[in-house]
Each structure stands twice: as C-alpha cells, then as structure tokens.
C-alpha cells in the first residue's frame, strides 16, 4: 500500500458508529492496527497516525476574507499534505503531510542571525471551528463560508468529514477544493456535507499527468465522473501552466472531457505566475518551471475556446 493511501486510510473513520465515544474508541483502534501493520513506518509517519487517533487536523494556513474560493466572503482553511507534486504548485510547503523546520536568516548590522521556523501545525477540531464560526458574520452578509484547501483536504477525510459536518450544522456554507486523487469511497462520505466542488482538472494524457504531478490522472477522471453524475455543484478548475496544460494537444483533449460532463457547466481558469519562486528557494525545494511566463493574450484565447462549448467561464477563481 502506498505511503499516501495508507494515510488516507487511517484517517478513515468507521462512520456507522453513532456516538461520538465509539468513533474515538474506533479511530484508536484503527491507528494502532496499521501501526502494527506496518511496521516500517518512519517514526513522523507514526507520530501522524496518533495524532489522527486524537482526530486533529494538520494545516499549514487560515486565510480570512477569501474572495476567490467561493461564493462570498470566505475563510479558507488550508490542509498540509498534498498526493501530487505539481512543477507549478503555488503552495510547495503544502506537499509534505508533517510538521516541517527550516531555517532563515536575518541581518542587523551587519550580523546574520539564522532563525528557525515551522510550516503547518496540528490543530484540535474545537479550535479549528472556533476560528471558522468567528467569521460567521461574513459569510451571512456576503453569502460567503469555508473552503477547504491545500494541499488535498482528502488527505484527511476524517478530520474533514466532521469538521464539514459541524460547518452544515451551523448553516455555514462549504467549499472543497480539491485535485480528487483520493479513493472515491472517500468522496462519496464527505460529499454530503460539501455544497460545492472546486475540482482540478490539470493533463488529460496519463503520462504527461505523471510527469508533472507525480502521478496518474486515472482515480481522478473516474472522481470527476462521478461528480457529474452526482448532482452536487461543481466547479472545474484549470491551471494554464505554459508548455505544459495549455498545449494544443492537452487543450483538445480537455475540450473533449469537457462535452462528456453534462452536468457541469463552470470552469475557472487560474493563471500561472512565478510569485511563488521565492518559496522554492526558502524551503530548499526545486523549482522546475524557472522563469517560464504565459505569452500576453493567451488566457483570453483559452477563455473564448471554453466559452464555445457553452460554459460559463471565470479566471481567477
């Protein structure tokens, strides 16, 4: 079982069990079972597997006042730990499900000072809607609510199955913004409680998908497939990467997927700027895409191309 699935799975909470005793009784149980399992598991993998027992989520950020994550005015909350590792991905420090340390430095006169720091910390489900139902006047004024992001928030369902399901119980508006690499059966749980799906939808060749991602596109099509079929509202996301998603051949394929998902009709499509360069230096992690820049116009040409098949398209988010 692959070191992702396997995190997956012990997030996983046996949701016939109705009171919340028995799921914590359960969640105990299933973590120390796949530690004995596996075991070959480093020891960051068995310090997450007790942490997931406990059921905290492990997040990197909280963004306040998000417009465009959603309907409204939004609190996003963003999960560290991500399946894929995208060349472009705007939020590297997210890959990684654990606590990471790095270290900067600083420079007073003259001296520098190197100063560690951390990325992503584990946060109890009481704290975490504390901070969510504190924006609660936001959401009700501008329609707004929670989005879920990442990293992939599927990455902890269970955390994001019950922290979601406190959300609809308090009338608050749910987003998930995901790739959909994640077992559908994963999906189909958390989907009650989710009103809307922001769904990546990157490289339809599963081998350029490999490439780029680090892996194959196939769970994720057969996730998308079912999202059409399901009746819950989605939105389509693309990331215009230069010489990567908008090639000519991809662009194709994508309008094709596209004519197949009747249900669907929204798609942003999101830019690909090098902001986030400077992150790929700090954290010490390699930075594929270099200065690769989107020629002038060419958004608004794929804009006219999507729009051609009838959908509403947005840019931005």
């Known amino acids: 079982m692959s070191r992702v699935l396997l995190i997956q799975k012990c997030y996983h909470i046996e949701f016939s069990c109705h009171s919340r005793l028995e799921k914590q009784i359960f969640r105990k149980q299933n973590a120390r079972s796949l530690l004995k399992e596996n075991p070959k598991l480093e020891i960051r993998d068995q310090k997450l597997f007790l942490y997931i027992a406990h059921m905290k989520g492990l997040i990197f950020d909280i963004k306040h006042y998000a417009i465009h994550d959603g309907p409204g005015i939004r609190q996003t909350v963003f999960f560290k730990g991500c399946p894929l590792s995208c060349w472009w991905c705007h939020n590297p420090e997210s890959q990684q499900p654990e606590v990471e340390t790095y270290t900067r430095t600083k420079s007073l006169d003259g001296q ?86 922001l769904f990546d939808l990157k490289i339809m060749d599963d081998a350029l998908h490999q490439q780029y991602t680090g892996v194959s596109n196939r769970m994720i099509l057969e996730n998308l497939a079912m999202l059409n079929e399901s009746g819950k509202e989605v939105h389509l996301r693309f990331p215009v990467i230069p010489g990567i998603t908008n090639t000519e051949k991809n662009l194709r394929e994508i309008k094709n997927c596209l004519t197949k998902l009747n249900h669907i009709k929204h798609i942003d499509l999101l830019s690909y700027h090098d902001i986030s360069r400077g992150k790929y230096k700090r954290f010490g992690k390699d930075d594929k895409m270099g200065s690769q820049k989107l020629k002038e116009g060419s958004m608004a040409l794929i804009k006219k191309e999507f729009e051609s098949l009838g959908l509403q398209v947005g840019t931005g988010g």
Not at 153 to 162: A, C, N, R, W
Not at 182 to 197: G, R, S, T
């Open 112 to 197: 520098t000072y190197p100063r560690q720091d951390t990325i992503g910390y584990y946060i109890a489900m009481d704290d975490l809607m504390g901070i969510i139902q504190s924006d609660t006047i936001f959401y009700d004024e501008s329609g707004g609510g929670v989005t879920f992001s990442g990293g992939e928030p599927l990455m902890q369902p269970g955390f994001l199955k019950e922290t979601a399901s406190r959300c609809k119980n308090s009338n608050i508006h749910t987003a998930l913004d995901t790739s959909g690499y994640a077992e559908q059966k994963i999906l189909l749980e958390i989907l009650p409680f989710i009103d809307l799906v």
